[in-house]
């Protein structure tokens, strides 16, 4: 079974930043590991739906972003350690969220959260103003 565990959030003031990072163990029935997975970045604040922020593709050569982040924010991702990454610069008080790890076990690094086969449990992420 896939498991993901995140970790990195917190409480920052407007315009710091924080790198959020996101584990990958186990593999699917079909044998796939993190290697061969999509990654993405999502995010929920109260009251609101679940809101993609970042992908990336399981080379890591291809990556997405919601347009209230780009220039923000960064996904990157190391295969030989099985983490992504989110890097968050200038964070806004509308950057307040839990933020969620995603994997496409298919290798894809869609904006839909449908799309998404295994989640983690969510890190939080706190902007003061």
């Known amino acids: 079974q896939v498991q993901l565990v995140e970790s990195g959030g917190g409480l920052v003031q407007a315009g710091g930043s924080l790198r959020l990072s996101c584990v990958a163990s186990?593999?699917?029935?079909?044998?796939?590991?993190?290697?061969?997975?999509?990654m993405g970045w999502f995010r929920q604040a109260p009251g609101k739906e679940r809101e993609f922020v970042a992908a990336?593709?399981?080379?890591?050569?291809?990556?997405d972003y919601v347009a209230s982040v780009k220039g923000r924010f960064t996904i990157s991702r190391d295969n030989a350690k099985n983490t992504v990454y989110l890097q968050m610069n200038s964070l806004k008080p509308e950057d307040t969220a839990v933020y969620y790890c995603?994997?496409?076990?298919?290798?894809?690094?869609?904006?839909?959260?449908?799309?998404?086969?295994?989640w983690g449990q969510g890190t939080q992420v706190t902007v003061s103003s």
């Open positions: 186990g593999r699917t029935t079909s044998g796939r590991t993190f290697s061969n997975y999509g």
């Open positions: 990336i593709s399981w080379t890591g050569g291809s990556t």
């Open positions: 995603a994997a496409d076990a298919r290798g894809y690094y869609r904006t839909t959260y449908q799309s998404y086969d295994y």
